[in-house]
């Protein structure tokens, strides 16, 4: 068997586009330098007690910051400010966007979720880094403006996930399918592992928190009992981690739906449009699938706000259109 490695891919396939300059290549091999630092760190939080635990301080969001979304976060700031590909930044756990001064000329802007799940740190469950890369609109040779990354999900340039469990695996995109690259430690190296990948178009798995189940719209309640009775009698499986990036990755292999609706509490929704949902989105219809916010398609949606909140569902092609109708009726 052939190894490829990370670098050799992307390298490759820059080689097929005789309009491609490398900036794009570059700027991703510094998001997964940036990553395998997270993975080292997070690959001895059990014996490192300065990175375990709460900051004791909340994020922009108002959830309880953990000592590795910080870590993480400062982690992919540096690695992308010391890039000269991106000129700036937004996160997850920034308020704000981030301008790099010293990168003005640069092509592109990322957002990311620095470590996507990071409540199941403790009990080591798997997280994740996600992210979004963009052409930026404003003018070259100044700085990054918002509406550099106000933009629609479907003007994404680049969009990926690292997903740190029983092994450290990365999924990205260009727009041109999806490919994913298992880490070798010995060799420091992402490898292809799941060239071509494509979500089944059917399949018997959901995953959400059916806890809050009773806050639910009426319509998603419906598609949920369908779920539990199933077709043939045979209910679907639930299978929910509480780290969207980890359902997501096993739902993308192996096929499922995964559902965060809008609750009584959370009337738009509780996922970031622009740091989870549109890269995911990206990533799902460039293997086959689907997703919506139940009324619209992801990838459509005009971003008004930097930390925006949207329902999603996401996942098989022929789940997601089943809860569409059901949503739509």
Do not use: W
Not at 107 to 135: M, Q
Not at 268 to 297: D, H, I, V
């Amino acid at each position: 068997m052939q190894l490829i490695t990370l670098d050799e891919f992307i390298a490759v396939n820059q080689e097929k586009h005789k309009d491609a300059t490398g900036e794009l290549s570059g700027l991703l091999r510094d998001i997964v330098l940036a990553c395998k630092i997270v993975h080292r760190d997070l690959s001895k939080a059990g014996l490192v007690d300065t990175i375990l635990g709460d900051a004791e301080k909340t994020n922009v969001q108002g959830e309880e910051v953990k000592k590795l979304d910080e870590f993480a976060n400062e982690i992919l700031k540096k690695c992308l400010q010391n890039s000269g590909e991106c000129c700036g930044i937004a996160s997850e756990e920034e308020e704000d966007i981030v301008c790099f001064e010293n990168r003005k000329d640069a092509k592109y802007v990322v957002l990311f979720d620095p470590l996507d799940g990071s409540s199941n740190i403790d009990c080591v469950a798997p997280v994740g880094t996600i992210f979004s890369v963009y052409e930026r609109i404003s003018k070259a040779g100044e700085k990054c403006t918002l509406e550099d990354f106000l933009q629609r999900g479907d003007k994404q340039a680049a969009a990926g996930y690292v997903i740190y469990g029983s092994s450290t695996v990365m999924v990205y995109t260009t727009g041109q399918g999806v490919n994913g690259f298992t880490l070798d430690p010995s060799i420091g190296e992402f490898c292809l592992s799941h060239p071509e990948m494509k979500t089944p178009e059917d399949a018997k798995t959901y995953s959400l928190n059916q806890g809050n189940y009773n806050s639910f719209p009426d319509d998603v309640k419906d598609f949920i009992s369908h779920c539990m009775e199933g077709t043939t009698r045979k209910p679907f499986s639930l299978r929910y981690i509480g780290s969207m990036v980890a359902d997501f990755h096993r739902n993308l292999l192996k096929g499922g739906i995964y559902l965060y609706p809008s609750t009584s509490d959370s009337k738009t929704g509780k996922l970031r449009l622009m740091y989870e949902c549109n890269p995911l989105a990206f990533l799902q219809e460039q293997a086959g699938g689907k997703a919506t916010n139940g009324a619209q398609r992801i990838l459509e949606i005009q971003p008004q706000k930097l930390h925006q909140r949207t329902p999603v569902y996401i996942g098989s092609k022929n789940l997601v259109e089943m809860l569409q109708e059901k949503v739509s009726q």
